[in-house]
């Protein structure tokens, strides 16, 4: 995890969960829309540059001139902060991604059954991030990932990670350019949501082809 995400508020929506005004973002009421984001596509994202808030497309997905596999989407909240690829952008690259919810697949028998994961009071959802500043350039396959942490309790059972999702009053602090790397990583540890603040359902099968969108996409199928 994390490998499919809804991203379908308006930026009022995101925006106002994060006490954001009109001053310092614009401001727009037409929801953004995507229900089915997938790697290697563009991801509106949340950073701090010069001083003030942006909110800028970025590829999502990393991988530097010296890697040869296929890019990474997520980095490690237990070691993006100390290995060699990832502490330069945990550095100077922390940015957040405006969510509505995720999907995993969860095994049920034979097949995986996918299901959409979300705040239990359908809260906006911030993922902590990390990727090649300035974010407004483009830098080809060096754009973001998706810091994740372990799942415990009962959201083991879908799935062996989750996305680092940080409540609305530390993003500001974890985007801010005076924040130590030693102060995100405490903010990664005291800043994220527990499990038990998100819930989840069951959804069709479809949504597994990325060219299928639309709100049917995260409706609740009832199933397994």
């Known amino acids: 995890m994390c490998g499919r995400f809804a991203q379908y508020s308006s930026r009022d929506d995101y925006f106002d969960a994060l006490g954001i005004g009109p001053e310092e973002l614009t401001r727009d009421a037409e929801p953004?829309?995507?229900?089915?984001v997938a790697p290697g596509t563009k991801v509106l994202l949340l950073s701090e540059r010069d001083g003030?808030?942006?909110?800028?497309?970025v590829y999502w997905g990393y991988s530097p001139e010296w890697w040869?596999?296929?890019?990474?989407?997520n980095a490690r909240s237990e070691t993006a902060a100390t290995g060699r690829m990832f502490k330069p952008l945990w550095e100077h690259g922390r940015a957040i991604v405006p969510a509505s919810g995720w999907f995993e697949w969860k095994k049920s028998g034979a097949r995986k059954q996918p299901c959409f994961i979300y705040h239990r009071n359908r809260e906006p959802l911030f993922f902590a991030a990390i990727g090649k500043p300035p974010f407004d350039r483009e830098h080809g396959q060096e754009g973001f990932v998706i810091v994740t942490a372990a799942s415990?309790?009962?959201m083991?059972?879908?799935h062996d990670r989750r996305p680092l999702v940080l409540k609305p009053d530390a993003v500001r602090e974890w985007l801010s350019y005076d924040t130590s790397p030693a102060r995100a990583a405490e903010i990664v540890r005291d800043g994220a949501l527990p499990e038990s603040a998100f819930i989840w359902h069951p959804v069709a099968a479809k949504v597994g082809n990325v060219h299928n969108q639309g709100p049917d996409i995260i409706r609740n199928t009832g199933d397994g």
């Open 52 to 57: 003030e808030l942006k909110f800028d497309p």
């Open 68 to 73: 040869d596999k296929p890019p990474l989407i």
């Open 156 to 158: 083991v059972d879908i």
């Open 32 to 36: 953004i829309g995507r229900y089915n």
């Open 152 to 154: 415990n309790q009962g």
